[in-house]
């Protein structure tokens, strides 16, 4: 049964061969009153096939089973992905801005300046009046100026010259901010056996700003050299000078003090110039002053 299942198989297969051969070796007749068809194309150049191989008395062994298809190649991993970019830090945060001081408050305005008040009118003059004009009224003399404070030290003794009795003292009113003093005239030049100034041992002419002090006002020269003012009673008139010596009030009538009494324990003796810039004049000797240190 299987070798007439294969022959007929293999009849089938030589019949589907040969089938276009054989239709080609007879063809069909031409029809009438048509043209010749043109020769048909040389057959190609085909080996013909080789004869079929007899059948063999033996079953053609069963057909080999095919081995399976090799599996498909694993899927290759995919690539690890790019890494990612990193992002640049971003940028500093912009410094704060700076705070603008607020602008000067605007100076204010200038005060307005007030119109001065008009000046009243003009007085009338009275008409003229046939009456004589009233007198001046009398001028106020001021009130004498009172006499210098008394010393406040008792004298130490006393001296006789020329037939007079003079006081002696050691000591003077103190120094105040204004303290009064009798302004005498006295002569610092080398005349009538005068004795040299007793703070520098030297003579001094009549137009040197210089005076002398009493005993207790000299005080053993702790005033020689220094400037004092010398200022008239009504204080009108100043004048500064430098104590140059000792106008002696513990002795007197003798060549040292130029044969003169001792001086009160108040006294001031200065030069002419003096006298003059006081307004006072030699004669007028003594005078009422007030003095105090510069």
Known sequence: MANTLLFTSFALLLTIIFSPLLTNANPPPPPLNTPPPPPPPPPPSTPPPPPPPPPSPHPPPPPRATPPPPPPPSPS??????????????????????ATPPPPPPPPPPPRATPPPPPPPPREPPPPSLSPPPPPPPQTTPPPPPPPRPSTCSPSGSVTCRGQTYPTYNCSPPVISSTPARLTYQDFDNNNNNAPATCDRRYHRDAELVASLSTGWYNYGLLCGRLIRITTIDGRRRAIVKVVSECNSRSGCN???????????NVIGTTGLVFRLLGLTQNSSPVNVTWSPV
Not at 84 to 97: E, F, H, L, S
Not at 255 to 265: A, L, Q
């Open 255 to 265: 060549r040292e003090n130029g044969f003169r009494p001792p001086c009160g324990n």
């Open 77 to 98: 991993p995919p690539p690890p992905p790019p890494p990612r970019a990193t992002p640049p830090p971003p940028p500093p945060p912009p410094p704060p801005p700076r």
